[in-house]
């Protein structure tokens, strides 16, 4: 069933090749890039398993400390000739207000997740059929950064030897941060170019500018990666130059929804049709 036959002069009929297809006659690389309606139970199991493995694999990055302090040193130089070293001043601002710096605290430690996972299920109820492409730029921002941590180990400002930054958690005593006091441990502290800090909150920005039909909801998407960024310098936790490593690893995300979707994510139809329903999804170009 579903191949061509042709009849030779023998008057004997032969089947002509024909693609791979389903049984609605798309092809199976078709159907991979064709936007579908996400399942819960697999994008809650996908989501798990993926940070775990994130999380297993920034972990396993060896602590390189002593090439990480080379290079912390070597980025504050190039800084400093570009002029844009101002971290030292921002952070020491920032910690002489006791009430701004510890809500810039646990800011670092809680909206990282918790904004980002409130997208995704935003997306998930809202914009089904954008959801998979909008996910696969986050994965793939993240992916690449681990590339970034292998091959870049480098230390945060507020671990610099000479005492010049303030780190704000042990100064404060905040929870939260994986990097600092009895958590540090668990979490390798030398990881810290390129800055998925930066990464994820520019995604969850610009996504919900993209997106959202409520101007201000728009303004408060651009907003959250511009504050993001100010918390991740005022806390001594990252470098400019970090926050443009992370941009430039979201780009490689948008590159790769581009290059498999065919299109940016905000560009895809809204709403998909159930499963065992069949119509034309990628979108096409006027």
Known sequence: MGETTVTTLEGQEEALPQP???????????????PRRPRLWFEILLIAVSYWTYSLVRNAVPEQRAQALRNADWIWKVEHQLGIAVEQTINHAANSVTWLIVGMNYYYATLHFVVTLGVLVWLYRRHPGRYAATRLVLFSTTGVALVGYY???????????????????????????????DL?????????????????????????????????????????????????????????????GGMLCLAFG???ARLWYGALPHALPRVVPSQ?????????RA
């Open 254 to 256: 948008y590159t790769v």
């Open 20 to 34: 791979v297809t389903d049984e609605t006659g798309q092809s199976v690389w078709h159907r991979l890039r064709t």
């Open 276 to 284: 065992g329903h069949t119509t034309h999804l990628l979108p096409t």
């Open 184 to 244: 540090k441990n668990m979490s390798n502290q030398y990881a810290a170019m390129p800055s998925m800090h930066i990464g994820w909150s520019l995604w969850c920005g610009l996504t919900i500018f993209a997106l959202a039909t409520v101007p201000w909801v728009r303004v408060l998407g651009l907003l959250y990666p511009t504050l993001t960024l100010v918390v991740i310098v005022a806390t001594a936790n990252h470098f400019w130059l970090d926050a443009v």
């Open 151 to 181: 091959l870049f180990p480098l230390a945060p400002p507020r671990l610099m030897d000479g005492g010049r930054f303030v780190d704000t958690v042990m100064v404060h005593q905040t929870w939260g941060s994986m990097a600092s006091g």
